[in-house]
């Protein structure tokens, strides 16, 4: 029995249809992407996350819309990414909260290596510890010899307990094995107001926001803690090698995604990333804030997570650190 014209017809438009499906499937991506920043407008991370956004959006041909979601520590907006869908339209623009969060909360909702994959370190700031200018040393050797013959005299302050400046201090003191005690304040801005006061002694800073006050003679910087020197300050030597090799105290800034999201689609971040970052205009507002362009590979983000959650969680245990 032939077919009729009309089956036959229908026949082959079905066919057709089947060939092209997944030729006609939208590309990655096709519409806007959402940028989770865990902390408030205005900071930092949030200024490195906008100029970041701005770049990408152009590298991936669609919005990227940055919203800040702070609260917990970060651990709020990780929440949300971790349990968004995995389709690469939802991301974290994290830092080291990320992996000290751990240590401090028995229950965060979520497993950080388990729920969330790594897309890329976008950039860095090193931490500088400084000290108020009447403090009787002015260079790292000088604090360490002071702060050794005298025990729990020096404070230091910090953005409050757990943040970076806090457990990279307890990490210096600890494998320094000295004895200084730790301020916590309400914030980073409020902790630099009372060094600059002589209130404390020691802080665990960045060039962006002491080099005014070192400029001033208010404070002095005693040693950087990253692997190399600053060129913005190269004649402050590093922790590294004023006695501590492998030392580190860093302000990291990095994308991940849920942890299903498929490979292909982290690459096309991955890429997209390392393509901003070599726009001359995202350069230069890096530059600006002290900030160190990275752009490492989801595999190199991924190795530096998981030593830092073993590191932070040996140093909250040690100095038994609460979350404030």
């Not at 499937?25 to 996350?49: E, H, S």
């Not at 403090?135 to 000088?142: I, K, L, N, R, V």
């Not at 003191?173 to 200084?180: A, G």
Request: net charge positive; proline share 8%.
């Amino acid at each position: 029995m032939s077919l009729s014209l009309s089956r036959r017809r229908a026949l082959a438009l079905g066919a057709g249809l089947l060939a092209i499906g997944p030729v006609a499937r939208a590309a990655y991506p096709d519409k806007p992407l959402r940028l989770l920043v865990p902390f408030p407008a205005g900071g930092t991370v949030d200024t490195v996350a906008r100029a970041l956004g701005t770049q990408l959006s152009k590298e991936l041909h669609t919005a990227v819309v940055v919203e800040n979601v702070p609260g917990a520590g970060g651990a709020i907006a990780t929440q949300r990414v971790a349990s968004a869908a995995p389709d690469g339209y939802t991301l974290l623009f994290t830092t080291p909260n990320h992996t000290i969060n751990p240590a401090l909360y028995d229950k965060l909702g979520f497993d950080t290596e388990r729920d969330l994959r790594p897309v890329s370190l976008v950039a860095q700031i090193p931490e500088l510890l400084v000290a108020h200018a009447s403090q009787p040393y002015s260079d790292f050797a000088g604090f360490v010899a002071y702060a050794r013959a005298n025990p729990g005299k020096l404070n230091y302050a910090s953005a409050g307990n757990g943040t970076l400046p806090h457990v990279t201090m307890e990490l210096l003191l600890q494998q320094l094995h000295l004895k200084v005690t730790h301020v916590p304040y309400k914030g980073a801005a409020p902790a630099l107001n009372d060094l600059l006061s002589g209130v404390v002694a020691v802080k665990m800073d960045t060039i962006a926001t002491s080099a005014a006050h070192i400029h001033a003679g208010r404070i002095k910087p005693l040693a950087i803690a990253s692997l190399k020197r600053s060129p913005l300050m190269p004649d402050v030597p590093t922790i590294a090698e004023s006695g501590l090799p492998g030392y580190q105290g860093i302000l990291w800034m990095g994308v991940v995604a849920p942890a299903a999201v498929p490979p292909a689609v982290v690459d096309t971040l991955y890429r997209a990333i390392r393509a901003s970052l070599a726009d001359p205009a995202l350069q230069k507002t890096l530059d600006a804030g002290g900030v160190d362009a990275v752009g490492s590979s989801p595999a190199e983000f991924g190795k530096t997570i998981s030593i830092e959650l073993r590191q932070w969680a040996e140093v909250v245990k040690h100095a038994n650190i609460k979350a404030g």
